[in-house]
């Protein structure tokens, strides 16, 4: 009995930590270049990741599409491209 707690613990502790999450939650608000916010409806945004902010190539690329209402847009980053396990969130990105 006790190996077989032991084996469905361990199973379960491997199941429980595949599951985690990479993804990063954002949520904005999508203004034209007057400040204005943009109309109800679907944008192309490409979400860009650096490491310094004189930093010239982005360490994380991705695009997705995505609905705004009155202008506020809620993005997963990480969904369509996979965050790299490198990005540790260990510091400001």
């Known amino acids: 009995m006790r190996w077989f707690a032991f084996v469905l613990v361990v199973g379960l502790a491997a199941v429980a930590s595949a599951q985690v999450p990479r993804?990063?939650?954002?949520?904005?608000i999508?203004?034209?270049?007057?400040?204005r916010i943009l109309p109800d409806g679907e944008y192309q945004l490409t979400i860009r990741l650096y490491d310094?902010?004189?930093?010239?190539?982005?360490?994380?690329v991705e695009e997705q599409r995505v609905e705004a209402v009155r202008g506020v847009v809620n993005v997963l980053i990480g969904?369509?491209?996979?965050?790299p396990w490198r990005l540790t969130f260990d510091r400001v990105y």
């Open 52 to 60: 310094r902010v004189d930093a010239s190539e982005p360490i994380y």
């Open 30 to 35: 999508l203004t034209d270049s007057q400040g």
């Open 79 to 83: 969904t369509v491209e996979p965050l």
């Open 23 to 28: 993804v990063l939650s954002y949520q904005g």
